[in-house]
């Protein structure tokens, strides 16, 4: 599931990506020398800006929908492992005795009666 969230997350990222260089700003743009403002354009002299803006909202609310639910995903990871069936006992004692830093207890002294 997420691998396909994730695919499409890119698609999407690359969507806008192409509909925000193809719009048509004030100058001569990118969009211009793709024939986005011209009136022999596929969607019309004033349809394609139209078009470009719905086409940007849209992607803009499917980025932030899949970038939501992607990080909603990746909190809240499935637990199960290779290991879960398999239990790991920690030694008694981590650090070995007389390591540096460690005390080294004597045994305890001995009275004689």
């Known amino acids: 599931m997420i691998t396909l969230l994730s695919i499409v997350h890119l698609f999407i990222c690359l969507l806008i990506i192409g509909v925000v260089l ?3 700003g004030k100058g001569a743009e990118m969009g211009a020398s793709f024939g986005g403002g011209g009136s022999q354009s596929v ?3 004033s349809g394609g800006g139209n078009f470009m803006t719905k086409l940007t909202t849209a992607a803009a609310v499917i980025f932030m929908l899949t970038s939501l639910t992607l990080a909603y995903m990746s909190g809240h990871a499935s637990s199960s492992t290779i290991m879960s069936g398999r239990v790991v006992q920690k030694p008694a004692s981590a650090v070995p005795v ?3 830093g460690v005390p080294v207890q ?3 002294p001995v009275s004689a009666k």
């Open 98 to 100: 007389g390591a540096p």
């Open 106 to 108: 004597s045994p305890a």
């Open 43 to 45: 969607f019309g002299a």
């Open 22 to 24: 193809l719009q048509s």
